[in-house]
Protein backbone atom coordinates (compact mmCIF):
# COMPACT_ATOMS: atom_id res chain seq x y z
CA UNK A 1 0.00 0.00 0.00
CA UNK A 2 1.82 3.26 -0.90
CA UNK A 3 1.75 5.63 2.25
CA UNK A 4 -1.14 8.32 2.34
CA UNK A 5 -3.85 9.63 4.64
CA UNK A 6 -6.34 8.35 2.37
CA UNK A 7 -4.92 4.87 2.40
CA UNK A 8 -4.28 4.80 6.40
CA UNK A 9 -7.46 2.53 6.99
CA UNK A 10 -5.74 0.04 4.34
CA UNK A 11 -2.98 -0.85 6.19
CA UNK A 12 -1.93 -3.97 8.16
CA UNK A 13 -3.73 -4.55 11.65
CA UNK A 14 0.27 -4.97 12.71
CA UNK A 15 1.14 -1.52 11.57
CA UNK A 16 0.31 1.09 14.56
CA UNK A 17 -1.13 4.45 13.08
CA UNK A 18 -2.11 7.76 14.78
CA UNK A 19 -4.57 8.02 17.11
CA UNK A 20 -5.88 11.16 15.96
CA UNK A 21 -7.36 12.94 12.80
CA UNK A 22 -4.34 15.30 10.88
CA UNK A 23 -7.77 17.97 10.17
CA UNK A 24 -7.41 18.69 14.15
CA UNK A 25 -4.08 19.40 14.33
CA UNK A 26 -2.11 23.00 14.06
CA UNK A 27 1.52 24.49 13.81
CA UNK A 28 3.24 25.07 16.57
CA UNK A 29 6.93 24.25 15.59
CA UNK A 30 8.84 24.86 12.71
CA UNK A 31 11.55 22.17 12.57
CA UNK A 32 14.94 22.64 10.89
CA UNK A 33 16.79 19.87 9.63
CA UNK A 34 14.13 16.89 8.87
CA UNK A 35 16.58 13.97 9.14
CA UNK A 36 15.98 10.81 10.13
CA UNK A 37 16.80 11.15 13.68
CA UNK A 38 14.14 14.08 13.90
CA UNK A 39 11.52 11.38 12.39
CA UNK A 40 12.87 8.75 14.94
CA UNK A 41 12.80 11.09 17.94
CA UNK A 42 10.88 14.45 18.81
CA UNK A 43 8.56 13.76 15.98
CA UNK A 44 7.94 10.05 17.63
CA UNK A 45 7.09 12.05 21.09
CA UNK A 46 4.65 14.40 19.54
CA UNK A 47 3.03 11.66 17.50
CA UNK A 48 2.95 9.37 20.80
CA UNK A 49 1.47 12.60 22.22
CA UNK A 50 -1.32 13.59 19.96
CA UNK A 51 -2.55 9.80 20.15
CA UNK A 52 -3.01 10.87 23.66
CA UNK A 53 -5.85 13.21 22.69
CA UNK A 54 -3.52 16.49 24.16
CA UNK A 55 -2.19 19.40 22.81
CA UNK A 56 -2.96 19.01 19.05
CA UNK A 57 -1.82 22.55 18.11
CA UNK A 58 1.85 21.47 18.45
CA UNK A 59 2.28 20.15 15.21
CA UNK A 60 5.25 20.35 13.27
CA UNK A 61 6.15 22.74 10.05
CA UNK A 62 9.44 20.74 8.39
CA UNK A 63 12.16 23.06 7.12
CA UNK A 64 15.62 22.64 5.73
CA UNK A 65 18.22 24.93 4.79
CA UNK A 66 20.50 22.53 2.42
CA UNK A 67 19.71 21.63 -1.17
CA UNK A 68 20.42 17.42 0.08
CA UNK A 69 16.87 18.54 2.00
CA UNK A 70 14.44 19.03 -1.30
CA UNK A 71 15.01 14.70 -1.72
CA UNK A 72 13.28 14.51 1.31
CA UNK A 73 10.59 17.03 1.37
CA UNK A 74 9.72 15.75 -2.21
CA UNK A 75 9.05 12.23 -0.80
CA UNK A 76 7.04 13.51 2.17
CA UNK A 77 5.25 15.67 0.88
CA UNK A 78 4.27 12.45 -1.80
CA UNK A 79 2.58 10.36 1.41
CA UNK A 80 1.30 13.83 3.34
CA UNK A 81 4.33 13.92 5.67
CA UNK A 82 3.52 10.69 7.11
CA UNK A 83 6.33 8.42 8.22
CA UNK A 84 7.19 4.93 8.59
CA UNK A 85 8.69 4.23 12.08
CA UNK A 86 10.59 0.71 12.14
CA UNK A 87 11.48 -0.19 15.56
CA UNK A 88 13.88 -2.95 16.18
CA UNK A 89 15.53 -4.77 18.33
CA UNK A 90 16.82 -8.55 19.65
CA UNK A 91 13.21 -9.87 19.89
CA UNK A 92 10.87 -6.19 18.66
CA UNK A 93 9.88 -5.47 15.05
CA UNK A 94 7.15 -2.98 15.20
CA UNK A 95 6.10 -0.62 12.44
CA UNK A 96 4.36 2.63 13.74
CA UNK A 97 3.24 5.44 10.94
CA UNK A 98 3.61 8.59 12.44
CA UNK A 99 1.85 11.87 11.21
CA UNK A 100 3.03 14.96 13.64
CA UNK A 101 4.27 16.70 10.97
CA UNK A 102 1.47 18.88 8.56
CA UNK A 103 3.61 20.32 5.89
CA UNK A 104 7.29 21.23 4.94
CA UNK A 105 8.63 24.96 3.89
CA UNK A 106 10.25 24.85 0.05
CA UNK A 107 14.10 24.16 0.73
CA UNK A 108 16.72 26.56 0.78
CA UNK A 109 13.72 29.23 0.65
CA UNK A 110 15.04 31.12 3.56
CA UNK A 111 12.18 33.72 2.82
CA UNK A 112 9.42 31.19 3.36
CA UNK A 113 11.17 29.46 6.69
CA UNK A 114 11.70 33.15 8.28
CA UNK A 115 7.60 33.48 7.35
CA UNK A 116 6.64 30.53 9.25
CA UNK A 117 8.67 31.40 11.94
CA UNK A 118 7.40 34.76 12.14
CA UNK A 119 3.46 32.97 12.62
CA UNK A 120 2.68 34.23 16.27
CA UNK A 121 1.35 30.18 16.97
CA UNK A 122 4.83 29.28 16.31
CA UNK A 123 5.85 28.68 19.43
CA UNK A 124 9.02 26.98 19.14
CA UNK A 125 12.46 26.16 16.64
CA UNK A 126 13.96 23.46 16.70
CA UNK A 127 16.68 22.11 15.44
CA UNK A 128 18.36 18.48 14.26
CA UNK A 129 21.81 20.63 12.00
CA UNK A 130 24.46 17.92 13.02
CA UNK A 131 27.19 18.53 15.72
CA UNK A 132 29.16 20.65 12.88
CA UNK A 133 26.43 22.85 11.96
CA UNK A 134 26.81 25.22 15.09
CA UNK A 135 29.88 27.11 13.50
CA UNK A 136 31.87 26.60 16.65
CA UNK A 137 35.50 27.23 16.64
CA UNK A 138 37.28 23.62 17.60
CA UNK A 139 39.83 25.46 19.28
CA UNK A 140 38.35 27.89 21.45
CA UNK A 141 35.49 25.74 21.62
CA UNK A 142 33.15 28.73 21.07
CA UNK A 143 31.17 30.54 18.08
CA UNK A 144 33.35 31.17 15.31
CA UNK A 145 32.22 35.08 14.39
CA UNK A 146 34.53 35.14 11.41
CA UNK A 147 33.04 31.94 9.45
CA UNK A 148 32.49 33.08 6.23
CA UNK A 149 28.95 32.12 5.63
CA UNK A 150 28.28 34.09 9.35
CA UNK A 151 30.23 36.73 7.74
CA UNK A 152 27.94 37.05 4.91
CA UNK A 153 24.80 36.63 7.25
CA UNK A 154 25.32 39.65 9.01
CA UNK A 155 25.03 41.78 5.77
CA UNK A 156 22.50 39.59 4.40
CA UNK A 157 19.22 41.83 5.34
CA UNK A 158 15.91 39.26 5.20
CA UNK A 159 17.35 36.65 3.19
CA UNK A 160 20.06 35.16 4.80
CA UNK A 161 21.72 31.48 4.19
CA UNK A 162 22.59 30.01 8.13
CA UNK A 163 20.01 28.99 10.07
CA UNK A 164 21.51 31.19 12.50
CA UNK A 165 21.08 34.08 9.92
CA UNK A 166 17.14 32.46 9.91
CA UNK A 167 16.83 32.17 13.49
CA UNK A 168 17.90 36.23 14.09
CA UNK A 169 15.98 37.32 11.95
CA UNK A 170 12.80 36.23 12.62
CA UNK A 171 13.31 36.99 16.19
CA UNK A 172 14.33 40.57 14.81
CA UNK A 173 10.58 40.35 13.37
CA UNK A 174 9.27 39.40 16.06
CA UNK A 175 10.16 41.54 18.36
CA UNK A 176 9.00 44.53 15.94
CA UNK A 177 5.54 43.63 15.91
CA UNK A 178 5.40 43.09 19.40
CA UNK A 179 5.34 39.13 18.87
CA UNK A 180 6.16 36.98 22.10
CA UNK A 181 9.10 34.87 20.60
CA UNK A 182 9.96 31.02 20.38
CA UNK A 183 12.06 29.10 22.21
CA UNK A 184 14.86 27.68 20.37
CA UNK A 185 15.38 24.08 21.07
CA UNK A 186 18.62 22.44 19.75
CA UNK A 187 17.92 18.19 19.58
CA UNK A 188 21.62 17.85 18.40
CA UNK A 189 23.80 15.99 20.00
CA UNK A 190 26.54 18.45 21.44
CA UNK A 191 27.08 19.24 25.36
CA UNK A 192 25.22 22.31 26.04
CA UNK A 193 23.38 21.72 22.95
CA UNK A 194 21.36 25.17 23.78
CA UNK A 195 24.28 26.86 25.16
CA UNK A 196 26.26 26.56 21.85
CA UNK A 197 23.06 27.45 20.03
CA UNK A 198 22.40 30.05 22.18
CA UNK A 199 26.04 31.42 21.55
CA UNK A 200 25.48 31.15 17.78
CA UNK A 201 22.57 32.94 17.83
CA UNK A 202 23.21 35.80 19.98
CA UNK A 203 27.24 35.96 18.33
CA UNK A 204 25.51 36.52 15.13
CA UNK A 205 22.65 38.59 16.34
CA UNK A 206 25.36 40.81 18.01
CA UNK A 207 27.33 41.60 14.63
CA UNK A 208 24.18 42.42 13.12
CA UNK A 209 22.81 44.94 15.92
CA UNK A 210 23.69 44.56 19.55
CA UNK A 211 20.75 45.90 20.70
CA UNK A 212 18.66 43.06 19.22
CA UNK A 213 21.46 40.52 20.23
CA UNK A 214 20.68 42.20 24.33
CA UNK A 215 17.23 41.77 23.76
CA UNK A 216 17.43 38.04 22.96
CA UNK A 217 19.86 37.34 25.96
CA UNK A 218 16.73 38.86 28.39
CA UNK A 219 14.03 37.51 26.63
CA UNK A 220 14.66 33.88 24.73
CA UNK A 221 14.95 30.45 26.37
CA UNK A 222 17.66 27.73 24.39
CA UNK A 223 16.85 24.97 26.74
CA UNK A 224 19.64 21.99 26.79
CA UNK A 225 17.93 18.45 25.97
CA UNK A 226 20.02 15.41 26.07
CA UNK A 227 18.52 13.09 23.08
CA UNK A 228 19.18 9.41 22.63
CA UNK A 229 17.86 6.59 20.46
CA UNK A 230 19.93 5.15 17.70
CA UNK A 231 18.94 5.92 14.10
CA UNK A 232 20.70 5.08 11.33
CA UNK A 233 20.36 6.28 7.74
CA UNK A 234 17.53 4.63 5.17
CA UNK A 235 18.97 2.81 2.57
CA UNK A 236 17.38 -0.13 0.28
CA UNK A 237 17.36 -2.53 2.76
CA UNK A 238 14.95 -0.34 5.07
CA UNK A 239 12.30 0.17 2.13
CA UNK A 240 12.66 -3.33 1.45
CA UNK A 241 11.85 -4.18 5.01
CA UNK A 242 9.27 -1.99 5.26
CA UNK A 243 7.65 -2.97 2.30
CA UNK A 244 8.03 -7.24 2.62
CA UNK A 245 7.15 -7.23 6.22
CA UNK A 246 4.47 -4.66 6.72
CA UNK A 247 3.14 -3.64 3.56
CA UNK A 248 3.77 -0.62 2.99
CA UNK A 249 5.38 1.43 0.28
CA UNK A 250 7.06 4.34 1.92
CA UNK A 251 9.53 6.59 0.22
CA UNK A 252 11.91 7.38 3.30
CA UNK A 253 11.32 5.12 6.24
CA UNK A 254 13.06 5.16 9.54
CA UNK A 255 14.82 2.59 11.31
CA UNK A 256 15.43 2.58 14.78
CA UNK A 257 16.37 0.40 17.87
CA UNK A 258 13.43 0.51 20.52
CA UNK A 259 15.20 2.23 22.77
CA UNK A 260 14.15 5.93 23.15
CA UNK A 261 15.17 9.00 25.74
CA UNK A 262 14.89 13.07 25.89
CA UNK A 263 16.13 14.82 28.63
CA UNK A 264 15.10 18.56 29.11
CA UNK A 265 15.53 21.47 30.77
CA UNK A 266 12.30 23.29 31.57
CA UNK A 267 12.77 26.62 29.89
CA UNK A 268 10.19 27.51 27.17
CA UNK A 269 9.22 31.28 26.66
CA UNK A 270 5.54 30.39 24.97
CA UNK A 271 4.92 27.08 26.77
CA UNK A 272 5.51 23.84 25.74
CA UNK A 273 3.92 20.57 24.81
CA UNK A 274 3.38 18.02 27.50
CA UNK A 275 5.49 15.95 26.50
CA UNK A 276 5.96 14.57 30.46
CA UNK A 277 3.10 12.32 29.56
CA UNK A 278 4.94 10.60 27.31
CA UNK A 279 7.97 9.52 28.66
CA UNK A 280 10.37 12.76 28.43
CA UNK A 281 11.98 13.97 31.41
CA UNK A 282 12.37 17.40 32.65
CA UNK A 283 14.85 18.41 34.74
CA UNK A 284 16.46 21.67 35.78
CA UNK A 285 19.95 20.71 34.62
CA UNK A 286 20.36 18.72 31.58
CA UNK A 287 24.50 18.12 32.06
CA UNK A 288 25.01 15.07 34.45
CA UNK A 289 22.85 13.11 31.85
CA UNK A 290 24.48 14.76 28.92
CA UNK A 291 28.13 14.12 30.38
CA UNK A 292 26.48 10.51 30.90
CA UNK A 293 25.46 10.05 27.24
CA UNK A 294 28.07 11.45 25.01
CA UNK A 295 30.85 10.37 26.68
CA UNK A 296 29.82 6.40 27.57
CA UNK A 297 27.75 6.20 24.31
CA UNK A 298 28.70 9.00 21.69
CA UNK A 299 32.46 8.30 23.22
CA UNK A 300 31.64 4.30 22.77
CA UNK A 301 30.50 4.85 19.27
CA UNK A 302 34.07 6.51 18.67
CA UNK A 303 36.17 3.78 20.22
CA UNK A 304 34.97 1.40 18.01
CA UNK A 305 34.00 3.09 14.88
CA UNK A 306 37.92 3.10 13.75
CA UNK A 307 39.59 0.07 14.40
CA UNK A 308 35.99 -1.52 13.00
CA UNK A 309 36.67 0.34 10.25
CA UNK A 310 40.28 -0.91 9.41
CA UNK A 311 39.36 -4.22 10.19
CA UNK A 312 36.75 -3.76 7.26
CA UNK A 313 33.56 -4.45 9.24
CA UNK A 314 30.57 -3.08 7.76
CA UNK A 315 27.58 -3.43 10.65
CA UNK A 316 27.95 -1.71 14.32
CA UNK A 317 26.83 -5.39 15.75
CA UNK A 318 29.74 -7.10 13.71
CA UNK A 319 31.80 -4.97 15.24
CA UNK A 320 30.53 -5.92 18.40
CA UNK A 321 30.30 -9.75 17.84
CA UNK A 322 34.42 -9.42 17.70
CA UNK A 323 35.89 -10.24 20.71
CA UNK A 324 38.89 -8.11 20.53
CA UNK A 325 36.97 -4.93 19.36
CA UNK A 326 34.35 -5.45 22.71
CA UNK A 327 37.47 -6.05 24.62
CA UNK A 328 38.42 -2.81 23.52
CA UNK A 329 35.64 -1.05 24.24
CA UNK A 330 34.70 -2.29 27.57
CA UNK A 331 38.46 -1.33 29.21
CA UNK A 332 38.26 1.84 27.86
CA UNK A 333 34.89 2.42 29.50
CA UNK A 334 36.02 1.00 32.66
CA UNK A 335 39.62 2.05 32.72
CA UNK A 336 38.98 6.16 31.04
CA UNK A 337 35.72 6.91 30.30
CA UNK A 338 33.50 5.67 33.15
CA UNK A 339 35.66 7.13 35.84
CA UNK A 340 35.14 10.67 34.27
CA UNK A 341 31.70 10.78 34.05
CA UNK A 342 30.60 12.92 37.54
CA UNK A 343 27.68 11.37 38.76
CA UNK A 344 24.07 11.28 37.45
CA UNK A 345 20.99 11.66 39.46
CA UNK A 346 19.16 8.04 40.03
CA UNK A 347 21.47 6.05 37.47
CA UNK A 348 23.86 3.69 38.11
CA UNK A 349 26.83 4.62 35.29
CA UNK A 350 27.91 0.54 34.81
CA UNK A 351 24.40 -0.45 34.41
CA UNK A 352 24.05 2.39 31.63
CA UNK A 353 26.97 0.93 29.93
CA UNK A 354 25.48 -2.47 29.98
CA UNK A 355 22.74 -1.16 28.12
CA UNK A 356 24.18 0.84 26.03
CA UNK A 357 26.63 -2.71 24.76
CA UNK A 358 23.31 -4.31 24.12
CA UNK A 359 21.90 -1.59 22.17
CA UNK A 360 25.28 -1.25 20.22
CA UNK A 361 25.04 -5.27 19.60
CA UNK A 362 22.16 -5.29 18.55
CA UNK A 363 21.44 -6.91 15.45
CA UNK A 364 18.15 -5.74 13.71
CA UNK A 365 19.43 -2.22 13.34
CA UNK A 366 21.71 -2.29 10.50
CA UNK A 367 23.57 0.25 11.69
CA UNK A 368 26.41 0.87 9.85
CA UNK A 369 30.28 1.18 11.03
CA UNK A 370 31.13 4.26 8.23
CA UNK A 371 28.40 5.91 9.86
CA UNK A 372 30.22 6.05 13.21
CA UNK A 373 33.57 6.99 11.73
CA UNK A 374 31.68 9.85 9.85
CA UNK A 375 32.49 13.33 11.02
CA UNK A 376 35.04 12.95 13.23
CA UNK A 377 36.89 16.12 12.77
CA UNK A 378 33.92 17.54 14.41
CA UNK A 379 33.15 14.71 16.68
CA UNK A 380 36.34 13.61 18.32
CA UNK A 381 36.30 17.28 19.82
CA UNK A 382 33.41 16.93 21.20
CA UNK A 383 33.18 12.81 22.65
CA UNK A 384 36.39 11.69 23.47
CA UNK A 385 39.12 14.70 23.72
CA UNK A 386 37.12 16.40 26.64
CA UNK A 387 37.93 13.58 28.40
CA UNK A 388 41.03 12.83 27.51
CA UNK A 389 41.69 16.26 29.04
CA UNK A 390 40.05 15.99 31.97
CA UNK A 391 42.13 12.99 33.07
CA UNK A 392 45.16 14.43 31.83
CA UNK A 393 44.31 17.41 34.00
CA UNK A 394 43.91 15.16 37.00
CA UNK A 395 47.30 13.13 36.02
CA UNK A 396 45.78 10.09 35.07
CA UNK A 397 46.94 7.93 32.39
CA UNK A 398 45.32 8.04 28.77
CA UNK A 399 46.96 4.49 27.35
CA UNK A 400 43.51 3.55 25.64
CA UNK A 401 42.03 7.17 24.65
CA UNK A 402 45.89 7.70 22.82
CA UNK A 403 44.86 4.69 21.35
CA UNK A 404 41.62 5.63 19.93
CA UNK A 405 42.84 8.53 18.78
CA UNK A 406 45.67 7.27 16.98
CA UNK A 407 43.21 4.60 14.71
CA UNK A 408 40.97 7.72 14.19
CA UNK A 409 44.65 9.11 12.41
CA UNK A 410 45.00 5.92 11.01
CA UNK A 411 41.99 5.34 9.62
CA UNK A 412 42.38 9.08 7.70
CA UNK A 413 45.26 7.63 6.01
CA UNK A 414 42.58 6.68 3.79
CA UNK A 415 42.61 2.88 3.34
CA UNK A 416 41.77 0.27 5.84
CA UNK A 417 44.45 -2.66 6.87
CA UNK A 418 43.25 -4.73 3.98
CA UNK A 419 44.08 -1.57 1.43
CA UNK A 420 40.60 -0.92 0.60
CA UNK A 421 40.23 2.94 0.19
CA UNK A 422 38.01 4.41 2.63
CA UNK A 423 35.48 6.91 0.49
CA UNK A 424 35.96 10.80 1.84
CA UNK A 425 33.96 10.35 5.03
CA UNK A 426 34.12 13.94 6.64
CA UNK A 427 33.62 17.61 5.66
CA UNK A 428 37.27 18.30 6.47
CA UNK A 429 38.40 14.81 4.98
CA UNK A 430 41.44 16.34 2.33
CA UNK A 431 42.85 17.82 5.42
CA UNK A 432 42.67 15.44 7.71
CA UNK A 433 44.04 12.78 5.10
CA UNK A 434 47.22 14.90 4.93
CA UNK A 435 48.08 15.36 8.14
CA UNK A 436 47.24 11.65 8.69
CA UNK A 437 49.55 10.82 6.37
CA UNK A 438 52.61 13.59 7.30
CA UNK A 439 51.65 11.75 10.67
CA UNK A 440 52.41 7.94 9.39
CA UNK A 441 56.49 9.01 10.27
CA UNK A 442 55.98 12.36 12.71
CA UNK A 443 53.16 11.13 14.95
CA UNK A 444 53.05 14.93 16.30
CA UNK A 445 51.72 16.24 12.53
CA UNK A 446 48.91 15.07 13.38
CA UNK A 447 48.01 16.72 16.78
CA UNK A 448 49.26 19.69 15.22
CA UNK A 449 45.93 20.97 13.79
CA UNK A 450 44.54 23.44 16.72
CA UNK A 451 41.21 23.58 15.58
CA UNK A 452 40.78 20.31 16.84
CA UNK A 453 43.28 19.22 19.58
CA UNK A 454 43.90 22.93 20.90
CA UNK A 455 46.59 22.43 23.71
CA UNK A 456 45.92 19.04 24.38
CA UNK A 457 48.13 18.70 21.44
CA UNK A 458 51.34 20.20 23.66
CA UNK A 459 50.16 17.87 26.24
CA UNK A 460 53.79 15.68 26.54
CA UNK A 461 51.93 12.37 28.41
CA UNK A 462 49.08 12.23 25.38
CA UNK A 463 51.33 13.15 22.79
CA UNK A 464 53.40 10.54 23.84
CA UNK A 465 51.01 7.95 23.94
CA UNK A 466 49.64 9.01 20.61
CA UNK A 467 52.87 8.77 18.98
CA UNK A 468 53.22 5.31 20.72
CA UNK A 469 49.85 4.13 19.56
CA UNK A 470 50.19 5.30 15.86
CA UNK A 471 53.91 3.91 15.20
CA UNK A 472 52.66 0.39 16.74
CA UNK A 473 49.50 0.77 14.79
CA UNK A 474 51.73 0.87 11.34
CA UNK A 475 54.21 -1.27 12.61
CA UNK A 476 51.97 -4.49 14.41
CA UNK A 477 48.52 -3.78 12.78
CA UNK A 478 45.44 -3.05 14.40
CA UNK A 479 44.61 -6.61 15.83
CA UNK A 480 48.03 -6.86 17.48
CA UNK A 481 47.81 -3.91 19.33
CA UNK A 482 44.60 -3.84 20.70
CA UNK A 483 45.00 -7.83 21.58
CA UNK A 484 48.18 -5.99 23.95
CA UNK A 485 45.99 -3.29 24.85
CA UNK A 486 43.44 -5.57 25.94
CA UNK A 487 45.80 -8.08 28.05
CA UNK A 488 47.34 -5.07 29.45
CA UNK A 489 50.69 -5.38 28.62
CA UNK A 490 50.27 -2.17 26.23
P1 LIG B 1 20.61 13.11 8.63
O1 LIG B 1 21.79 13.11 7.75
O2 LIG B 1 19.46 12.23 8.35
O3 LIG B 1 20.03 14.61 8.72
C1 LIG B 1 20.84 15.71 8.95
C2 LIG B 1 20.02 16.99 8.76
O4 LIG B 1 20.85 18.10 9.13
C3 LIG B 1 19.62 17.22 7.31
O5 LIG B 1 18.32 17.73 7.28
C4 LIG B 1 20.64 18.26 6.85
O6 LIG B 1 20.18 19.08 5.82
C5 LIG B 1 20.82 19.07 8.10
N1 LIG B 1 22.08 19.82 8.13
C6 LIG B 1 23.34 19.33 8.06
N2 LIG B 1 24.23 20.32 8.14
C7 LIG B 1 23.52 21.48 8.24
C8 LIG B 1 23.88 22.84 8.35
N3 LIG B 1 25.15 23.24 8.34
N4 LIG B 1 22.88 23.75 8.44
C9 LIG B 1 21.58 23.37 8.42
N5 LIG B 1 21.19 22.09 8.33
C10 LIG B 1 22.15 21.16 8.24
O7 LIG B 1 21.19 12.85 10.08
P2 LIG B 1 20.39 12.41 11.39
O8 LIG B 1 20.59 10.97 11.60
O9 LIG B 1 19.03 12.96 11.34
O10 LIG B 1 21.24 13.14 12.52
C11 LIG B 1 21.18 14.54 12.67
C12 LIG B 1 21.70 14.90 14.02
O11 LIG B 1 20.83 14.39 15.02
C13 LIG B 1 23.06 14.31 14.37
O12 LIG B 1 24.12 15.03 13.84
C14 LIG B 1 23.02 14.36 15.87
O13 LIG B 1 23.42 15.62 16.35
C15 LIG B 1 21.56 14.13 16.19
N6 LIG B 1 21.37 12.74 16.67
C16 LIG B 1 21.38 11.70 15.78
C17 LIG B 1 21.26 10.40 16.26
C18 LIG B 1 21.30 9.20 15.32
O14 LIG B 1 21.42 8.09 15.81
N7 LIG B 1 21.16 9.39 14.01
C19 LIG B 1 21.13 10.17 17.63
C20 LIG B 1 21.11 11.26 18.50
C21 LIG B 1 21.23 12.53 17.99
Known amino acids: TKLSLSTLDDLSDKVARPNYAREDLSAGIVHIGVGNFHRAHQAVYLD ?19 PGD ?25 ACVTGPMIDFLPVGDTGAIIDALCR ?57 RDIPPFTVMSCDNLPHNGRVCFEAVTGLARLIDPELADWIVENVAFPNGMVDRITPATGERERRITSENFGISDGWPVFCEDFIQWVLEDKFTMGRPALEAVGVQF ?63 DTDLDGYYRIIRTRFANPKIGDTVRRLCLDGSNRQPKFIIPTIRD ?32 APNDPNWDRLVAAARAARTDPAA ?34 AVLESYVKGIW
Not at 49 to 66: N, R, Y
Not at 80 to 93: G, M
Open 48 to 66: RLFSTGCDHDWAIIGAGIM
Open 120 to 176: PEIRIASLTITEGGYFVDAGTGHFDPGHPAIVADVVAGDRPGTVFGVLVTALRIRRE
Open 283 to 345: VPDVTPYEMMKIRILNGGHAVIAYPAGLLDIHFVHEAMEDPLIAAFLDKIEADEIIPQVPPVP
Open 70 to 94: AAMRERLAAQDYLTTVVEQSADVEA
Open 391 to 422: RIAEGRDVRGLALGSALWCRYCHGETESGAVI
Open 446 to 479: WLAMDDIYGSLGQSAPFRDEFSRAVRALWADGTR
